[in-house]
């Protein structure tokens, strides 16, 4: 007896072709999840390299932290900048750039890229990281009331639940920053959402997560004990009152969301 080689149909064919596109669709957003991850844990060790270069500073300093010198509009000082005092105090080098970071605002050694930072002609992006003020000498708010700053470890009270180091805005003319203006943020009862918004100009408040701008929103967060969190930005910060930015009411607790 003859056996006849069967061939596909053109249905068949289709089936099979539909079936394949069906796989390779629930493959791609699972392969750029675990691509996404590993950018995550990348930025986490970079931020935890910058908090071990911080607490060298600190050892050799007194204590004191390191103090922010990059500009968002007023006169820099480059000299005192954390990106430049904490290099020696690296085995290899800071790494300045985060994987997680698509501003365009860097420019590139090898080609003539980059935009200037908004508002400006001839300055760049120089780090993806920032300080929290409140840990500075000279832009503490607590400075510009006449107070002692916690710009060392002494003067904060829980280190394991104050922030230190974050991830910069990457447009807007915090870009080219290398602190933030916590006290700012709150805006007043009267507009529970604004706060948001107003630290998102400063701050990469969904680095992480890459979604709409949200209290629900993710990035990376360092604090003073070295730690770092991937955290929403509700449980970094809800009000002037409750955040875990300023030293001198950072709870020991994890906050929840704010009601919505």
Do not use: C
């Not at 807007?172 to 959402?193: C, R, Y």
């Not at 630290?199 to 360092?222: F, P, R």
């Not at 070295?226 to 994890?254: C, E, H, M, W």
Request: hydrophobic share 40%; aromatic share 8%.
């Amino acid at each position: 007896m003859n056996s006849a080689r069967r061939a596909f149909t053109l249905v068949e064919l289709l089936v099979v072709v539909g079936v394949i596109a069906v796989l390779f669709g629930l493959l791609i957003p699972a392969i750029g999840s675990v691509q996404r991850q590993g950018l995550t844990a990348q930025d986490v060790s970079q931020l935890r390299m910058l908090q071990t270069a911080q607490v060298a500073f600190a050892t050799e300093n007194g204590g004191q932290f390191v103090e922010v010198g990059l500009s968002h509009g007023a006169i820099a000082n480059q000299d005192i900048a954390w990106i430049n005092t904490l290099e020696p105090y690296t085995n290899s080098g800071l790494l300045l750039r985060s994987p997680l970071d698509w501003s365009p605002h860097w420019l590139e050694q090898d080609a003539d890229s980059g935009l200037p930072i908004e508002g400006t002609n001839d300055r760049y992006r120089q780090t993806s990281y920032g300080m929290n003020n409140y840990l500075s000498r000279n832009y503490s708010p607590a400075t510009a009331l006449g107070e002692a700053p916690a710009d060392r470890l002494s003067r904060v009270r829980s280190p394991s639940n104050t922030v230190q180091f974050l991830i910069m805005a990457y447009i807007g003319e915090f870009a080219g920053a290398d602190h933030t203006h916590v006290e700012g943020w709150w805006i007043g009862d009267f507009a529970p959402d604004l706060p948001l918004s107003v630290a998102a100009t400063q701050v990469q408040i969904n680095a992480v997560s890459e979604d709409e701008l949200a209290w629900t929103s993710k990035s990376n967060w360092s604090f003073v004990d070295g730690r770092v969190l991937t955290a929403q930005f509700q449980s970094i910060y809800q009000s002037n009152q409750k955040n875990l930015l300023d030293p001198a009411i950072a709870s020991a607790t994890v906050m929840q969301g704010p009601s919505q």
